[in-house]
Structure formats: structure tokens, C-alpha cells
């Protein structure tokens, strides 16, 4: 007896109309057509077992350094290698890579190995073909030098240096910049090291000349090093601070300020903040016009607007006569403490409180108004709680102090900030509290009710 | 036609077909992929003289295990070519019928000894136990031969979704019954539970698959010596070999010289089950007491239903099935096809295939019904 309650399970067949198109005028997608459209672009040929396991291969391996399980992966790395000799030629060639970063990555962190272990691995891997030479040279200089092996990596680096086979290539000529630029750091270690028994040798010393001698060609090959790297655009912060303390240090102020005016204004470098800082406190050891250091801080300030440089460029802008400038001030004090990691710095809150009072107390009130506009609805709470004015208390009274002062001004001396510290008790500061009381009352912007 | 490694080894499987050995096709390829039996790197072993290069390279570098269709083909095209007569009988008490394979895999599987009587009703009924229909015979017309290991696993799902339908519904419900009938009654013959078996036999394959994979990623598929095509490849070969050894002797001084388990002696049996082993239970010994019931006489399934894995075969030379679709059926259903295609390490697809093949011969009148009425499957009820 058959039963005729119908169940309906719709076939996937090879329909007879298969379109090109996956997704029809009618706006219909068929999911399942794109795998028989690519298996027909390989040919419909099957891939062999030697490619799938060698990359079951490869994802446990990096399953394996992602969970740090060095052991596993240098198992797997073990059966890894007989990529070396794929049959695919593309394969091939792209596996002395991928062996290389992996396998430096175990032994970089696995318990068992060691200097000579890495050291025997980068000499054999840089020797299977010719195009990963310059790179794992680089690399292994790189992990001597993590070891504090440094003769050992100037000596990789030298041999890197001369390294003529390949293809020229831009890539290529980037890595020798590299090799030479770091060589040039090794050669600037040694100089500096040089530079601090020098400095303890008299001037009557017999060692005194040889000595500076010595120095000398340190610094030669090190500036010649290092200046074909600094020209490409990048970021190269410890070759360029290097670089210019041996300028400076033999007078050469001149192309000192041209490689750091270069490495901070060049418009092919990416944004660096530390360029313009390394700028600026050589200009200010320099004795620059005052007009020049704002200019260089004006931009830091864009970069970075919570750096502590931000104060001295408060005080540069102070002392100027121009009035943008004072009204920028304001704003440079107001745009550091809307940072988190700076609501604790004292100096910060004492030049605000002290700016705030010049200001109120002078004809431009209205600048406080707009620079609180955007922030009374957030600094409130942000700075000036019930709980940060306990926790600020017990930490620094001093710090309290200047915040309350702030508060006060800025929210009236109903402010709860303000009204806590009033209510402590203080012997040093009881003086200072009263005085600041009457400021409060006098300049507050809530009672000029603008 | 030209010889190469797999056809040789088709060449191997038609001689242990020809001697009626306990091996299935099966078996064999799972000890070349454990490396019992030497193909990937089967020149390693051929005597000095004997030069390997140029096109011995294309031949002798494999590249991939043997494929149990790609095999099964090429028995047939080999033994079509060699002209052989037809194969000694298989009979019933041969290895390779598929009553006697039946009961190996029920045993493997871990079900009831009682399903073996069903299984052996079923083949009856379809007609697959017939010497005929069992024996290779390349010289007929259209010559194929029966891939036994497939067939019997095949008829075990038959069976298993007679007793249980497999839609992800009655299966349970009958579990809950067992569960509870096998609480009251903790002196008596257990009821088979469905569910304690799933939960057991998952974990175990899971076990076992992971395992599996895992010395799939390690396996080193290049030999000592290595394959190169002409003699200016050699020394390039050669060095890069030279090369990977060293490597290679590297990283092993930093694996841990782990008690190196001797290699296992190859064995038909991938899974044991013991009687007494309280962590994993033995399902041998359990009743079907619990789906099954009375009718005068004879017991009958308690459930009376069915589904036909296929509705339509090709009615074309090919005759073949429609193409298995996993999402078009029973959670069940998918778990017992790949635990099954895992054993025998063939694709869940052809395992289906075979499943469609059984029923179209247990339901061939439902089927000569159906071909009339449109494209519907039906619940088939006994």
C-alpha cells in the first residue's frame, strides 16, 4: 500500500540550461553553479594529494606558532621541507621563503635552539637560489644583533654588501640600503663607545690623537652608510637621531639642520611626529628665532596635540607679542588635557589655571567661552567628578589644588570639584586655597553670566 | 594501454579477486596509504641497475594515493585487455559476499549482533548474494565488477534506516524509549540505545579522523633517492636533496625524541570494541528488542516507514543516480554516510550511490510505480 503523502526533496542536476550568467535579469543566484564553473577552468583535474597535504602542512604549522606550540610546529615543519623539491615550479620556487620565515620563527622561540642553530638554518636557506639572499642576510644580522652579537652581525652585514647576483631590481636596491644603513648603526655604536673613553681621555694624553683619529673614519663610513637610506622616503628615526649627533659633534651644524629640515618637511616621508621633535630641539640648542620654533611646533601641534612639548609651545606663544598667538595658547593648553594621559600632569593644570585667570582677568573672555562651548559637556565628568576630586586629594594635593582652581573657574563655585577642596583642610596650602576662593568669585565665567 | 603505477596495482587487486582473498579493495588502498604496501616511493626498492630517468620520471613520481574509483576502473579496463575468463565463483562462504562482510562491519561499527539477520534477509530479497551476480566476469557484454566492501556497508545503512528512518526525529523518540526501558531493567539484555551509540561512535571517529589527517600533513612523499629527468637535472636534484636532509636532521634534534610507536602491522580492523571496556561501550551484545515488535509469528520493524535516497535514475546508458546533495537530507543520515565513507576512506557520494542502488532493487516495484506518477519521492510503507 503505498502512501501518497508527497515529501519533496528538490535534486541538484546539471540543469540543461546553465547559464553564463550566475545572476539572471530575474535577479535569481544560483550558489552551487560557481563551483562547476571553476572546477571547469582547472580542467576538471583533481589535485594531487601531495598539494593538499603539503598545505595541511602549512596551516598547522600556523596554527601551531599561533598558539605558540613550538614543538608541534617544528614536527610539521620537519615534513614541510620536501616542498623544496615540489614538482610545481611555481611552488617551488615561492617555498625557500615561506621555510625561512617560519622555520626562523621556531627557532627564534623554541627552548632547544640556539646562535648556531639559527645561524647554521640562515646560512643554508640563504643559499638555495639567489633571490632571498639580501633578505635573510638582513634578517639574521637582525637576530645576532638581538643576541648583542654585534661583530658578528657587521661581519654578515659586510658580506651582504657585496652581494652582486640577482636581478636589479627597486626592491633589491632598498634592501642594500638597508644592509648598509644598519651597518652604519653598528658603526655609530662603536664610535659612540669611542666617544665616551675619548671624552674621559686629557688632552696631553698620548691615546688623545690617535683616539680622535680613530673616531674619524668611524664617522665617514658611518655617515656614508647611512645618508643613501635616509634620502628614501620612510621612516628612520634612529639612523637619522645617529647620524646627527655625530654631525653636531664635529661641528657640522649646517648639514645637521639640512637632514633634519628635510627628514620632517619632505613631503614624500610619511608623518612623522619625532622628526619634527629632533627639529625643534636642535633649533632650540641652536638659539633659533622664536618665529622658526613655533612654526616647527605649530605642526607638531596638528600631529600630536597631547605631547608635552604642547607647554613649552604654550609658553613660546605666551611670550610673543601677536594676539592669534595668545589665543592659540588657550587653545593648545585646552587641547592637551582633553587627553586621558595627561589629566594627571600638574604642570598642565597650573599653567591653564594661571592662563585662565591672565585671560579672564584681561579683555578676552569671549576666548574662554568658545574654547568651553565644545567641552562643557564632557570635562565636567571627565575631570571634574565627585570621585576625582577624592582620589585626586589623597594622590597630590597640589594637583587638587590647581584642578579645583580650574574648576572653579570655569563652573562656578558651586562646582562640587571646587567645593571639596574648599572643605579640606590643608596648612601649606590654606593660604592659597583662600586666595584662590576670591579669584573664583571675582573672574568665574558663570558670574559674568556670558 | 600503457602501464602505470595504479593500473599495476589494479593489476595486484585482480589477482587477490582471482584467489578469493580476505582482502577488499578497500583494505588495500588503505595499506598503500598507511604504507604497508610500496607506491608512492615504489622505486626505492628496485634493484641498483636499474636506471630511473626521463619518462620514468612522468610514470614513477606519484604524486597522489589511489583513488577507489579510479581504481576500480582501471581493474575493469585491465582485466578487459588481458581478456581474462571469468573469475572463480564467489559463494557464500567466500570472504568478499557480502553476508560475511556484513557481519565484519557490524562488528566494526559497533551495532548489534541482531541486525545481522536483517542484513542477510535484505540481501535475499535483492538478490545481491547470488553467485552470478557476485562473480567478475570481463568477457561478458558489459563487464563491471561488484565493489564489495561498498555493497555491504551500503546494505548496513538500508538497514539501519528500515529500523530507525533516519530523519532526524524517530530515531531519537526510539532512543528515549531504550533509555528508559534500559533503566527499569539494568539485569536484562540492554535495549540498543541510538543516541549512546551515536555519541560513542562520534567521539571515537572523531578521535580516529583527527588522527588521520594530522599524519596526512607529516606524510614525507619524497624519496632518498631523488627522480630527475635528464642528467643535467641530476646534480640540481641531488643537491636539493642533499639539501632537505640537512634541513631536516636540524629540525629533528628539536622534537623531542618521543618513544618512536612501532610502525602497526597492517590490520583489516580499524576499530576494536571489548565486551568489558566500561569507557567505551560495546554495543555487540545489545537487543533490538526496543524497534522491533511482534506480528503473530514474525516481528516487524515498529517503524513502518521509508524514504528513498533517490527518485529518479538515469534512464540513459549511464544509469546513473542523482548526485548526493548533503543538505537534502537528515543530519542522520550524513552522519552515518561519512562515518561509513571515513572506514572505508571512499567519498560519502559513492556510498549513497551504492544506498540508491540497494533500494532500487528492494523497492523495484515502488520504482516501476513511481517512473509513471511525476517526480515525487514517496514515504513507502510496508
Redesign the interface.
Known amino acids: 500500500?503505498?502512501?501518497?503523502?508527497?515529501?519533496?526533496?528538490?535534486?541538484?542536476?546539471d540543469d540543461e540550461h546553465v547559464d553564463k550568467s550566475v545572476l539572471s535579469g530575474t535577479g535569481m543566484h544560483f550558489p552551487w553553479l560557481q563551483n562547476y564553473i571553476e572546477s571547469v577552468a582547472i580542467g576538471g583535474k583533481?589535485k594531487?594529494?601531495?598539494?593538499q597535504?603539503t598545505s595541511?602542512?602549512l596551516s598547522?604549522i600556523q596554527e601551531a606558532l599561533l598558539k605558540h606550540q613550538?614543538?608541534k610546529a617544528?614536527?610539521?615543519?620537519?615534513?614541510y621541507?620536501?616542498t623544496?623539491?615540489d614538482?610545481d615550479s611555481h611552488k617551488r620556487q615561492a617555498a625557500p621563503e615561506i621555510?625561512w620565515r617560519l622555520?626562523s620563527e621556531?627557532?627564534f622561540y623554541?627552548p632547544?635552539?640556539n646562535v648556531e642553530?639559527f645561524s647554521?638554518?640562515a646560512d643554508?636557506m640563504k643559499n638555495?637560489g639567489v633571490m632571498n639572499y639580501l633578505k635573510i642576510s638582513l634578517q639574521h644580522a637582525l637576530y645576532l644583533l638581538h643576541h648583542g652579537m654585534l661583530e658578528d652581525a657587521k661581519r654578515h652585514l659586510s658580506e651582504a654588501e657585496t652581494w652582486r647576483y640577482g636581478e636589479k631590481s627597486s626592491s633589491r636596491e632598498i634592501l642594500i640600503n638597508f644592509i648598509q644603513a644598519y651597518k652604519g648603526l653598528l658603526q655609530y655604536y662603536t664610535w659612540s663607545k669611542k666617544k665616551e673613553e675619548f671624552s674621559k681621555l686629557d688632552k696631553d694624553d698620548y691615546a688623545y690623537s690617535t683616539a680622535a683619529q680613530n673616531m674619524l673614519s668611524h664617522t665617514w663610513k658611518t655617515s656614508v652608510n647611512i645618508s643613501g637610506l635616509i634620502k628614501i622616503p620612510g621612516v628612520w628615526d634612529p639612523f637619522v637621531k645617529s647620524y646627527v649627533e655625530m654631525l653636531e659633534f664635529y661641528g657640522d651644524q649646517d648639514g645637521a639642520r639640512e637632514v633634519l629640515t628635510n627628514y620632517a618637511y619632505d613631503e614624500k616621508f610619511p608623518s612623522n611626529p619625532n622628526a619634527h621633535i629632533y627639529l625643534y630641539n636642535f633649533l632650540k640648542k641652536q638659539k633659533a628665532p622664536r618665529a622658526k620654533l613655533l612654526s616647527v611646533l605649530k605642526i607638531l601641534y596638528q600631529i600630536v596635540p597631547s605631547h608635552k612639548l604642547m607647554l613649552e609651545f604654550h609658553t613660546l606663544l605666551k611670550k610673543s607679542e601677536k594676539e592669534e598667538h595668545h589665543k592659540l595658547a588657550l587653545q593648545v593648553l585646552f587641547g592637551v588635557l582633553d587627553f586621558a594621559g595627561c589629566t594627571k600632569n600638574i604642570t598642565a593644570w597650573k599653567y591653564l589655571a594661571k592662563y585662565l585667570r591672565q585671560t579672564l582677568m584681561g579683555n578676552h573672555p569671549a576666548w574662554v567661552q568658545e574654547e568651553w562651548n565644545s567641552r562643557k559637556n564632557w570635562w565636567p565628568s571627565f575631570h571634574f567628578s565627585y570621585f576625582w576630586a577624592k582620589s585626586d586629594w589623597k594622590e597630590d594635593t597640589a594637583l587638587a589644588f590647581e584642578k579645583s582652581f580650574v574648576a572653579g573657574l570655569l563652573l562656578g563655585k558651586g562646582c562640587r570639584y571646587f567645593r571639596y577642596i574648599l572643605k579640606q583642610d590643608h596648612q601649606v596650602l590654606m593660604k592659597k586655597i583662600k586666595r584662590m576662593k576670591k579669584s573664583v568669585k571675582k573672574y568665574s565665567i558663570v558670574n559674568s553670566g556670558i | 594501454m600503457k602501464m602505470t603505477v595504479p593500473r599495476t596495482l589494479a593489476f595486484c587487486y585482480l589477482s587477490l579477486l582471482w584467489q578469493r582473498e580476505t582482502i577488499t579493495l578497500s583494505d588495500l588502498l588503505r595499506f598503500v596509504e598507511e604504507d604497508h604496501i610500496p607506491y608512492v616511493n615504489a622505486f626505492q626498492h628496485f634493484p641498483e641497475e636499474m636506471k630511473l630517468y626521463g619518462r620514468d620520471k612522468g610514470i614513477f613520481?606519484v604524486?597522489?594515493?589511489p583513488?577507489y574509483e579510479d581504481i576500480y576502473k582501471k581493474t575493469i579496463e585491465v582485466a578487459t585487455f588481458l581478456d581474462l575468463p571469468r573469475f572463480p565463483d564467489i559463494t557464500e562462504d567466500c570472504y568478499l559476499h557480502p553476508n560475511i562482510l556484513c557481519l565484519k562491519y557490524l562488528m566494526e561499527v559497533n551495532l548489534p549482533d541482531e541486525m545481522y539477520s536483517l542484513t542477510c534477509q535484505v540481501v535475499k530479497m535483492t538478490g545481491i548474494g547470488e553467485v552470478d551476480f557476485l562473480t567478475f566476469d570481463p568477457i561478458a557484454k558489459m563487464a563491471k565488477t561488484v565493489k564489495y566492501d561498498v555493497q555491504a556497508v551500503a546494505l548496513i545503512v538500508v538497514v539501519l534506516k528500515l529500523l530507525f528512518l533516519l530523519d532526524d526525529n524517530l530515531e531519537w523518540s526510539l532512543s528515549s524509549l531504550a533509555e528508559k526501558h534500559n533503566e527499569k531493567n539494568k539485569n536484562d539484555k540492554p535495549w540498543f540505545d541510538f543516541r549512546k551509540w551515536y555519541q560513542v561512535m562520534k567521539k571515537t571517529v572523531d578521535e580516529k579522523k583527527q588522527k588521520w589527517?594530522?599524519a596526512?600533513?607529516?606524510?614525507?612523499?619524497?624519496s632518498e633517492k631523488?627522480l630527475y629527468y635528464s642528467s643535467v637535472d641530476k646534480p640540481v636534484?641531488y643537491k636539493?636533496?642533499e639539501?632537505?636532509v640537512?634541513?631536516?636532521k636540524?629540525?629533528?634534534?628539536?622534537?623531542?625524541l618521543t618513544p618512536t610507536t612501532e610502525k602497526k602491522k597492517p590490520s583489516s580492523f580499524q576499530f576494536n570494541w571489548i565486551e568489558e571496556d566500561t569507557d567505551r561501550t560495546c554495543f555487540h551484545g545489545h537487543s533490538l528488542q526496543g524497534v522491533l515488535k511482534e506480528k503473530g509469528q514474525s516481528l516487524l520493524t515498529k517503524n513502518s516507514?521509508y524514504?528513498l535516497s533517490?527518485?529518479?535514475f538515469c534512464r540513459s546508458y549511464c544509469k546513473h543516480v542523482?548526485?548526493y546533495?548533503e543538505s537534502?537530507?537528515s543530519l542522520s543520515y550524513q552522519f552515518i554516510l561519512n562515518l561509513f565513507s571515513f572506514l572505508l576512506r571512499i567519498k560519502a557520494s559513492l556510498l549513497h550511490e551504492e544506498v540508491s542502488l540497494i533500494e532500487k532493487k528492494l523497492f523495484k516495484k515502488?520504482y516501476t510505480?513511481t517512473k509513471k506518477k511525476s517526480s515525487?519521492?514517496?514515504?513507502?510503507?510496508r
Open positions: 500500500m503505498s502512501d501518497s503523502s508527497e515529501e519533496s526533496t528538490k535534486p541538484v542536476t583533481r594531487k594529494d601531495f598539494a597535504t595541511a602542512c598547522l613550538w614543538q617544528a614536527e610539521y615543519m620537519h615534513s621541507f620536501q623544496l623539491e614538482s621555510i622555520g621556531i627557532l623554541h632547544k635552539s642553530a647554521a638554518f643554508r638555495i | 613520481a604524486e597522489s594515493w583513488d589527517e594530522e596526512r600533513a607529516k606524510y614525507v612523499w619524497k631523488p636534484a636539493k636533496r639539501m632537505v640537512n634541513l631536516q636540524q629540525f629533528s634534534t628539536l622534537v623531542d516507514l524514504w533517490t527518485q529518479k542523482t548526485t546533495e537534502n537530507f515502488k510505480i515525487r519521492s514517496k514515504k513507502v510503507r
